[in-house]
């Protein structure tokens, strides 16, 4: 398959399942729900050695969140359901507890609930106060500020972590420009983030290592500087991948977030030095889910 | 299917226990039944359909009408459904409902809605002691829900309330609000003597400065994040707690009962 020149590979994504919650963060203004939200948001790339996976979905006007309040609505992602608890209740606790003006509020409803102030309350050393309204449990601490406002609990859901796409190019700064101009517009997607820095990756990894410490190592065979010393999948004229991973809470959302990415990504074309769109994946075996590139686009 | 309906014919001389009338015992009931049930007045037993005209047959939906001040326990530890009353209600309407709604177009008599673990009570008037308070020798009073009452409210509102919201359109009598242990009471009119006291925890939301005894500490004046929420809370209601006019957060604090446990609050508009 070929879109305005860019070579859409026959390959495809592999996913895995994931726990999931999402909170929202207010404050006084836009900048101080963004600064809070980028620090609990913060260190999360991947669950490979930050615990979970987080990013900012989008922003919020203050008639879309509780406290009529500008907010930001931010997203965790986890192995497991202990681990995306933890996660979320040390970051709250040590981002959005810490963060001046800000409140903290359930971004998800679901059956199955974990602490998001619930346990921060202790930190009000017994002069937090409870109060039930319109069915929900808040806390209110009180910091210096003022008080902090947080709900008790956030709701966990099932999700998918993983999905990818790697842009090849013919320099470096036409791979990012492809690959910025895709976070735009996945940007727009509900549910999904992209949780790498600024929402790309270069840095790739394939599973093991020739070290036995590591379980993950450079994906070689996408290194445009190892392509006569490996067996490279770089043709002569890639000089630089870069990827896209995402997460979301369905399938569904992780398939439309890809194709209006790669669909950005192509509408540069082969004119703007991109040559290639290709996933990362481990042979189908490890991951349920199947991002089919050519599927996507068709 | 219209609402069971219950029409007084005439009114007793002694004060009638009226909870066996609620909609989760008369589920699935014939009316002939219904019409059976005998009813506690004084030291007598009295048939239904001996004090009242019975019509409709939706259980789930009860009017009684013609109501007065000696019908007790109306809507006694209902579970679901709905009671509307049309006059006034005897002493312990509401005690322990756990779900549903019940409302009154008249005035209620002591201990409405005492005890209360979930639902919804509506005062259209006025109410004796006691709301939403914890029957004699009691520890706990109201344990959650929500009770409206657009006038005024007797000594001793709230006393032992544990959680829930109490609100108040008019104005309520002395110790609102005593030894309660957490919830919400809010006041738009005048408070009495010996506001809060011995309250352990929970918060008396004021619209008018009170008289505080000397054991409530002034902590400043505060804009609070929660305040908002908590008339967005209100926003549903048919009452004056809905009229975002009558909204605030700006708020002067104070903490006690310091006799008590002291982590209480009486908040007041500023």
Redesign the interface.
């Known amino acids: 398959m070929i879109i305005n020149g860019v070579t859409i590979d026959a390959t495809f994504a592999e996913a895995f399942p994931m726990k999931a919650t999402r909170a929202i963060i207010t404050a006084q203004n836009e900048k101080w729900a963004i600064i809070s939200a980028q620090a609990m948001t913060g260190f999360a790339t991947s669950v490979i050695a930050c615990g979970c996976e987080a990013g900012i979905e989008r922003v919020l006007s203050p008639d879309e969140t509780?406290?009529?309040r500008p907010g930001v609505s931010i997203m965790i992602f986890a192995m497991g359901g202990k681990g995306l608890a933890k996660q979320l209740e040390t970051r709250a606790g040590q981002c959005v507890l810490t963060s001046p003006t800000s409140?903290l509020f359930a971004g998800i409803d679901s059956d199955i609930k974990i602490p998001l102030g619930k346990n921060l309350r202790y930190f009000g050393d017994?002069?937090q106060?409870?109060?039930?309204?319109?069915g929900k449990r808040?806390w209110?601490i009180p910091v210096m500020d003022?008080?902090f406002?947080t709900e008790a609990t956030t709701g966990q859901v099932n999700a998918v972590g993983g999905g990818n796409f790697l842009v090849l190019a013919e320099s470096q700064p036409q791979a990012l420009a492809a690959c910025e101009a895709a976070i735009e517009e996945m940007r727009k997607i509900p549910n999904v983030i992209m949780p790498f820095p600024g929402g790309v990756v270069r840095s790739g990894s394939k599973v093991g290592s020739k070290y036995k410490a590591l379980n993950a190592s450079t994906n070689d065979a996408f290194c445009p500087t190892l392509k006569g010393a490996t067996k490279s999948d770089l043709s002569p004229e890639i000089e630089s991948v870069m990827e896209i991973v995402i997460d979301g809470l369905t399938k569904e959302d992780i398939d439309k977030a890809m194709r209006v990415g790669i669909q950005a990504v192509c509408n540069l074309g082969a004119a703007n030095g991109i040559k290639r769109i290709s996933a990362g994946n481990y042979g189908g075996k490890l991951g349920p889910f199947h991002f089919h590139l050519q599927e996507i686009m068709a | 299917m219209s609402a069971l309906t219950f029409t007084l014919k005439t009114r007793p001389a002694q004060r009638v226990d009226m909870s066996p009338l609620v909609c989760q015992h008369l589920q699935g009931m014939e009316p002939a039944e219904i019409a059976a049930i005998e009813l506690q007045s004084g030291k007598c037993k009295l048939r239904v359909d001996e004090l009242f005209n019975i019509s409709g047959s939706d259980t789930q939906t009860i009017v009684i009408k013609n109501s007065f001040e000696k019908l007790d326990f109306i809507g006694k530890d209902l579970d679901g459904g709905s009671i509307m009353v049309e006059g006034d209600a005897g002493a312990y309407l509401a005690m322990g409902i756990k779900s549903g709604d019940i409302k009154v177009s008249g005035n209620a008599g002591l201990y409405a809605g005492c005890e209360m673990k979930k639902g919804y009570l509506e005062i259209a008037g006025n109410t004796g002691d006691f709301l939403g308070g914890a029957l004699p020798g009691n520890k706990m009073g109201m344990k959650g829900g929500l009770i409206l009452v657009k006038g005024n409210a007797g000594e001793r509102v709230g006393d032992h309330l544990r959680r829930g919201t109490i609100l108040i359109e008019g104005n309520a009598g002395d110790y609102c609000g005593s030894r309660m242990t957490a919830g919400t009471i809010a006041v738009m009119g005048q408070t009495g003597r010996y506001l809060g006291y011995a309250m352990r925890r929970g918060t008396l939301l004021l619209w008018n400065p009170p008289t505080l005894s000397t054991s409530f500490n002034d902590c400043g004046t505060h804009t609070l994040a929660f305040l908002p929420m908590l008339f967005k809370a209100f926003a549903a209601l048919n009452s004056r707690f809905a009229d975002s006019a009558v909204a605030f957060n700006r708020v002067q604090r104070y903490a006690g009962d310091m006799a008590e446990m002291g982590r209480g609050e009486v908040l007041v508009r500023r």
Do not use: C, H, N, S
């Open positions: 509780p406290d009529g409140a017994g002069f106060i409870a109060k039930v309204l319109a808040y209110r003022g008080e406002l």
